[in-house]
């Protein structure tokens, strides 16, 4: 009687067992990562680690944000050129992208946030200016943790206001 207690148990766990093929998952292995796009992206930039391994962030040593001259140089590169739109943004224009460990950038991506912090589309014109921007910036410092250079994620926040830029962040 115990054994066929047992087997009425066993019997719907063992019926619910199938085998799946494995899937491709449409997510990226590590929240955050940026997935090569070859629409818009530059089939040049090359990756010091693989696609499949893992990029840290740019915060993920004790350095921190990592520019020959640091925040300091590229606020005054920004000061020289003429970033301002003819509308009256107001928000936040964010650049991501990823640093390998030759100090080379690629993979930018934009993301334009109204002042309450919901994205939006709103000024084309300056958003693609501050991309370019952000993409002649050419003075990243490599990274290294535990002596091995690596690819990290950096990114670069462009507080706007009435269309021009007021502060740059982190």
């Not at 019997?11 to 629409?39: H, M, W």
């Not at 936040?92 to 990823?98: G, K």
């Not at 080379?104 to 109204?114: A, E, P, S």
């Not at 002596?147 to 994620?153: A, E, L, N, P, R």
Request: hydrophobic fraction near 35%; proline fraction near 4%; charge should be positive.
């Amino acid at each position: 009687m115990k054994n066929l207690l047992f087997l009425l148990f066993l019997l719907p766990l063992l019926s619910n067992c199938q085998t799946e093929k494995a899937s491709v998952s449409k997510y990226p292995a590590q929240v955050g990562d940026i997935l090569f796009d070859k629409r818009t992206d530059d089939p040049d930039f090359k990756r010091c680690i693989p696609e499949n391994k893992y990029a840290y962030q740019y915060y993920n040593d004790s350095k921190g944000f990592q520019y020959k001259g640091e925040k300091l140089a590229i606020i005054e590169k920004l000061a020289k050129t003429d970033l301002t739109a003819d509308g009256k943004f107001n928000g936040y224009i964010v650049v991501r992208f990823l640093v390998n460990c030759e100090g080379k950038t690629g993979l930018f991506r934009v993301k334009q946030i109204d002042s309450e912090y919901h994205e939006v589309n709103q000024d084309n014109q300056l958003k693609d200016k501050l991309l370019s921007f952000t993409k002649s910036l050419d003075a990243w410092i490599p990274k290294e943790i535990e002596g091995k250079k690596i690819d990290y994620y950096q990114y670069i926040n462009y507080k706007i206001v009435d269309g021009k830029v007021s502060e740059i962040l982190p």
